[in-house]
């Protein structure tokens, strides 16, 4: 191979939460240096960076400065601005690059490009419709509702949506938002949802990891199970198949996700990506070969993709902020980690956040067990630890 980057050279991440200290630490692992350009001065990778360059995502002086320092740059959020990592990319290898960032940061590309890949991953996105005036509103077929309003840029954690269930409810739901563009997506009869991790490589190999399935909790995913407990093998060979099929369409390089919904007549539709390693791939730290952050810096580095084989059953919970609180005052205490930690199969991982704030990502919690249903009854009991409700 001749583009290889060894270690000890110096690998960079735009931005500073939690994917991109756990990229560190798998980074590092390896023997590589690291570092980070994120504006906060106390962040999550920034802790465990080699180097933080403390700057803003579109700030020049802070992007040459990781440009000149790294011999590739990846990503670790997607809102991460495109021409932030084109400038970048006159310098450095970038993966992923602008393209496929930008693609996966606007839900009109994103669904545009699903409906143009069809015919080579053989999955389609819900129906959806535009809407960026009043008169798109006026347009709306009655069959895209009940539906969900989502912004175009910036939605995370189910922010940015509305679930609207009449044209006056759209219209009222897209004022609420600043008019800014939307898209109204058909309400689908979920049975549950999925997500198909992969990995692609410079030299155009891809791999793809076992299908986890997720469910989330007022938007925000609670618990990944893989293997998923209710998939056939016929719809994972689907999801599979369609992930590393719009990968290759999208000429992508690193590591993404695709979230899938299953709808209750099994059929499979294809729902949002992301550019980065995901929320869902936690488990691969604990109980695959090559954790899904490992693959990231195998792929920007040039280097074969790892093994993605699952070689424990895995339940995955994020852990919030909400469990610092004891009942509905402000006074914090920390979680009971002692008792979690006696449960067998438990894997700890926190972000160090300061601030336990409700709704906050504060960490997750892996249960590795021979069996799932073992590991689903740790889970459990950490759950009654935790206060959480299983
Ligand atoms: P995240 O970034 O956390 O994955 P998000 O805010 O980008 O989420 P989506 O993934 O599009 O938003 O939607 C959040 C959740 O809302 C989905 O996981 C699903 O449970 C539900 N949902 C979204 N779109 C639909 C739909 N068309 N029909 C039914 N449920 C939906
Ligand atoms: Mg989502």
Redesign the pocket.
């Known amino acids: 191979m001749s583009n290889v980057k060894n270690p000890p050279a110096w690998l960079g991440v735009m931005g500073g939460g939690q994917l991109g200290r756990m990229f560190a630490h798998a980074a590092q692992s390896m023997g590589y240096n690291v570092a980070v350009l994120e504006p906060a001065a106390d962040c999550p990778a920034g802790q465990a960076a080699n180097r933080l360059i403390q700057a803003g995502y579109s700030d020049v002086a802070g992007l040459d400065a990781l440009a000149a320092q790294c011999v590739a740059v990846t990503t670790e959020f997607e809102n991460v601005p495109a021409d932030s990592l084109s400038r970048l990319a006159q310098s450095v290898f970038v993966a992923p690059n602008a393209h496929g960032v930008s693609v996966a940061q606007d839900r009109i590309a994103e669904k545009a490009f699903f409906v143009a890949s069809a015919a080579k991953s053989g999955v389609l996105p819900?129906p959806h419709k535009v809407i960026a005036t009043d008169a798109d509103i006026d347009a709306i077929s009655e069959d895209l509702l009940p539906g969900?309003l989502?912004t175009v840029r910036m939605?995370?954690?189910?922010?940015?949506?509305v679930r609207v269930k009449s044209r006056d409810e759209v219209r009222a739901a897209f004022q609420s938002m600043g008019k800014v563009a939307c898209l109204l997506?058909?309400?689908?009869p979920?049975a549950y949802?999925v997500s198909v991790l992969t990995a692609r490589g410079a030299d155009g190999s891809s791999v793809v990891y076992p299908i986890a399935e997720n469910v989330?909790r007022d938007?925000?995913?609670f618990t990944t199970t893989v293997p998923g407990p209710n998939i056939t093998a016929d719809c994972a060979a689907k999801a599979q198949h369609a992930a590393q099929a719009l990968v290759a369409e999208l000429g992508y390089v690193g590591v993404l996700c695709i979230?899938f919904?299953v709808l209750a007549d099994g059929s499979l539709v294809v729902?949002?990506m992301a550019p980065r390693p995901h929320n869902s791939g936690h488990y691969t730290i604990d109980a695959c070969v090559t954790s899904q952050f490992a693959q990231q810096v195998r792929a920007m580095a040039g280097l074969p993709l790892g093994d993605v084989r699952q070689h424990s059953p895995a339940v995955m919970l994020n852990i919030l902020g909400d469990i610092w609180y004891e009942g509905e005052g402000d006074d914090v205490r920390e979680p009971a980690w002692d008792k979690v930690l006696a449960l067998p199969g438990a894997n700890l991982h926190l972000y160090g956040k300061e601030e336990p704030r409700r709704a906050r990502k504060m960490g997750h919690l892996t249960f590795v067990a021979p069996t799932l249903a073992q590991a689903q009854q740790h889970l459990n009991a950490a759950c009654a630890i935790l206060g959480i409700e299983p």
């Open positions: 819900a969900i989502k939605g995370y954690d189910g922010k940015g949506q997506e058909k309400m689908l979920l949802e989330h938007g925000i995913l979230e919904f729902n949002e």
